[in-house]
């Protein structure tokens, strides 16, 4: 079946240097994916999101890209700050869609030191 | 607020005990979705309703678990006879049809 998996579970950067979080995926069908945060005893919060018919996509301070000959994605976060620190994951939806239900990969925590 | 929330945000439940966990959607969300978050893990998904149709409840682990939405708006998650693996935190998030998913902080339930 499908999954949505995190290389690293830990990254620890510097405050100011660029963050990378990666993500493999094995459905090579799968067409859309999402970036979350999640700060200690909250919920997830959206960041991103990518359609496979695109390689790269940018929001503020944040950069999706989608490789899909490997399958593979990635965040990178510029100028990583304080509160940045969270729980980042990526999912998708289990039908393709985006009214169904997401699969979430384990997620990688992100700690910035000062 | 105007965001999702939930109730209670912490409950302690012997084994064997009923639980209830309440999720009030954002006003107007069509989709309402919950989840299950065992500690160091990504949200694993329950169930998903439109409106108050249940249209998938694939992921609910046992017949102990029970969710509704009688109205289309607020959503009870119901537990049985809660057993120690059922400790987790359940996520409730809400959408409009087809966009992104929003969260609510989430209910820790702790089976002793």
């Known amino acids: 079946g499908e999954s949505v998996g995190l290389h690293l579970p830990t990254l620890s950067v510097q405050e100011g240097d660029n963050s990378i979080i990666n993500c493999a995926y094995s459905?090579?069908?799968?067409?859309?994916f999402i970036w979350y945060k999640q700060e200690s005893g909250k919920g997830p919060q959206f960041i991103i999101d990518?359609?496979?018919?695109?390689d790269k996509r940018q929001g503020q301070r944040v950069t999706v890209l989608l490789n899909k000959t490997v399958k593979h994605l990635s965040l990178q976060i510029a100028a990583t700050q304080p509160g940045d620190s969270a729980v980042y994951f990526c999912?998708?939806?289990?039908?393709?869609?985006?009214?169904?239900?997401?699969?979430f990969g384990k997620g990688t925590h992100l700690i910035i030191q000062p | 607020g105007a965001g999702v929330s939930q109730s209670p945000r912490y409950k302690v439940a012997k084994r064997g005990q009923d639980v209830a966990l309440r999720c009030d959607p954002i006003?107007?969300?069509?989709?309402l979705f919950w989840y299950q978050q065992a500690l160091g893990q990504g949200p694993e998904f329950l169930t998903y309703?439109?409106?108050?149709?249940?249209?998938?409840k694939s992921g609910l682990p046992s017949d102990r678990f029970f969710a509704e939405r009688p109205e289309g708006s607020v959503s009870t998650l119901k537990i049985q006879r809660t057993q120690q693996e059922d400790s987790a935190v359940y996520l409730c998030?809400?959408?409009?049809?087809?966009?992104?998913?929003?969260f609510g902080p989430g209910t820790r339930l702790t089976v002793l």
């Open positions: 999912a998708e939806p289990d039908s393709g869609g985006g009214a169904d239900g997401l699969t």
């Open positions: 309703f439109q409106n108050e149709a249940q249209l998938d």
């Open positions: 998030a809400s959408s409009l049809a087809y966009n992104e998913q929003f």
């Open positions: 459905n090579s069908a799968s067409d859309y």
């Open positions: 006003s107007g969300h069509v989709s």
């Open positions: 990518i359609r496979s018919n695109m």
